[in-house]
């Protein structure tokens, strides 16, 4: 073929030879060659570079004979030969291009001589029937995706020489097995073997000091992973999908554990997150379905959205005293969890965060949370007993939904939805109050059970007479609990009311001598609300009221108004 024949194009300044292989002017470089060329091509002795693409797509090429003269080929250079088997590459070539092999699905066999110090970005990405690869002491750098996807790749060695190794190198090398990499190396690069399925076992060099996004996602055969004392960071998803490893050890040196890092570690039933961890990112133990116990170090502020979402098996978590933030869905789907100690630091609850777990069997909100989020606790139905400490500012919907918790005392300033932050079997009760008033007649009651039927919408608790006693009972045991247990009590007066405190042996009289004796121990006691119902307020005042401030209800107009100051006052907060 050396003695084939040539045509020069005075326009591009380019040879062509007679099989339309186009070439620099000095003839040193192979420019392009039709991609319909078929069979066997030999490159002329005088080309020292192949070009980028000069082979490019020349898929019915199937053998490549290179002469020693050459000394680099260029990117993609024989990219997507798809019927190429084998090319041996002479010893004066000292660099791979980006691309240079890829897609080349035939090629089984390729001698990587020791004059060579880099293989650059996807050389031999795509190369599917690659099963062994021998690279040489020379070689310094393995570029990004340079053995992607060579599916049949199972062995390869790596020389000490090399110091660097490429994001995705290795992934989707789904028959790989094992593989060392040099003592050189100070990071493992993002989805350095990911989906590399047959890989068992894998030794993290002592210098690594970060372990890179995705590096062995998907290696569903490893079972065991050393991480050295030299590593700072575990990146996201790093062992995403490894459903075969059954132990981790977290070095005292790492401060970072990435989103989704150990997400799917189906075996994975213990691990110790060390001190010295400051992040934990989304999702980093979700679906660890074998993981029993997790306590969160000091050093944690905040578990991340779904951190241990669906972790099965989870029965015990322990909260440290630095966290302020419990995601969303961290704990959802824990369905043994039955124990959680949630420290008095935390101060919001996110939506879903321990949703439907379905052994949890109390939880015990500390004073300083402000937040309970949508849904927190939902479909949780052995929770029956929750207390909402003065601290939590909202509620939001569905938060108990599903927690048959048959009452809940609700501070005032609470905001939650009446009709579905707790289930429909719960009564919320804001505030709880008694009423003290004397049965004037059928329309005077009448219109105090209105007052105290209003009020049990608003959720207040109201324990009244005309649904409590009954035949049998002791009314003075009744007044003594009514107004023992009331948070506040509300003094309906009028003439008779007035008239009775002052009789011997009327209950109200009763009533009286104890909330005065409650006001002789705490003169600025502030329990008591007075409210005219029938005035003036000088007829109907008891002895020692006389100079407290009262609401009026004598207007039944201005009723609506009155009972939004009554709220009001019982709650303690400016406006409703």
């Known amino acids: 073929m050396e003695d084939r024949s040539w045509t020069f194009d005075e326009e591009t300044q380019e040879w062509e030879d007679e099989f339309g292989a186009r070439y620099s002017e000095d003839k040193k470089t192979i420019l392009h060659c039709p991609e319909d060329y078929e069979g066997r091509f030999v490159i002329p002795y005088s080309v020292t570079s192949i070009g980028d693409r000069a082979f490019w797509r020349c898929s019915r090429l199937e053998e490549i004979k290179i002469p020693n003269s050459l000394t680099s080929i260029g990117k993609e250079a024989f990219g997507s030969c798809s019927r190429l088997e084998e090319i041996k590459i002479p010893d004066s070539v000292t660099s791979l291009g980006d691309s240079v092999f890829q897609r080349c699905s035939s090629l089984e066999k390729i ?151 150990f997400s799917g570690c189906s075996r994975l039933d213990g691990i110790k997150i060390p001190d010295s961890v400051s992040f934990v990112g989304e999702g980093a133990f979700q679906r660890c379905s074998r993981l029993k116990k997790i306590k969160i170090p000091d050093t944690v502020t905040n578990i991340r959205d779904r951190a241990f979402h669906k972790c099965s098996n989870l029965e015990i978590v322990r909260i440290s005293e630095s966290v302020t933030n419990i995601g969303k869905e961290a704990f959802a789907k824990c369905s043994k969890l039955n124990n959680v100690e949630i420290s008095k630091s935390v101060k919001t609850i996110d939506d879903y965060a321990f949703a439907w777990c379905s052994s949890l069997k109390g939880i015990n909100i500390p004073e300083g949370i402000t937040k309970i989020g949508k849904s927190a606790f939902y479909e949780c139905p052995k929770i029956r007993k929750i207390e909402i400490p003065k601290s939590v500012e909202e509620i939001g919907h569905e938060a108990f939904w599903g927690c048959p918790i048959k009452e809940v005392h609700l501070p005032p300033t609470t905001n939650y939805y009446s009709n579905d932050s707790f289930d429909e079997v719960t009564k919320v009760v804001r505030a709880k109050v008694s009423i003290s008033y004397s049965w004037d007649d059928d329309e005077h009651k009448a219109w105090v059970k209105k007052l105290a039927e209003d009020l049990q919408k608003k959720d207040v608790y109201v324990i009244f007479d ?46 009286i001598s104890i909330i005065k004796n409650e006001l002789f121990k705490n003169i600025s006691s502030d329990k008591f609300i007075p409210i005219l119902r029938i005035g003036p307020q000088t007829q109907a005042c008891p002895n020692g009221f006389e100079n407290r401030l009262y609401l009026d209800f004598t207007k039944d107009e201005s009723y609506d108004n009155s009972l939004g100051l009554l709220l009001r006052e019982i709650f303690k907060v400016d406006r409703l």
């Open 111 to 261: 001698g990587i001589p020791n004059s060579v110090t880099r293989i650059g970005k996807e050389a031999f990405s795509g190369c599917s029937n690659l099963e062994k690869i021998w690279t040489p002491n020379s070689l310094s750098s393995i570029g990004d995706g340079a053995f992607h996807d060579c599916s049949r790749l199972e062995k390869i060695w790596i020389p000490e020489s090399v110091i660097s190794i490429g994001n995705s190198a290795f992934s989707e090398c789904s028959r790989l097995k094992k593989i060392e990499i040099p003592n050189s190396l100070s990071s493992i690069g993002q989805m350095l073997f990911s989906g590399c399925s047959s890989l068992e076992e894998f030794k993290i060099p002592n210098l690594v000091t970060s372990i890179g996004d995705g590096a062995f996602q998907r290696c569903s055969c490893l079972k065991k992973i050393w991480i050295p004392d030299s590593v700072i960071s575990i990146g996201k998803k790093a062992f995403s999908g490894c459903s075969n490893i059954e132990k981790v050890r977290i070095p005292n040196s790492v401060t970072s554990i990435g989103k989704e890092a």
């Open 466 to 511: 005309q649904w409590e006693l009954s035949p049998g009972k002791l009314i003075p045991n009744f007044i003594e609990r009514s107004i023992v247990e009331a948070e506040r009590v509300i003094l309906i007066m009028t003439p008779s009311y007035k008239k009775k405190s002052e009789k011997k042996g009327a209950g109200v009289q009763y009533e």
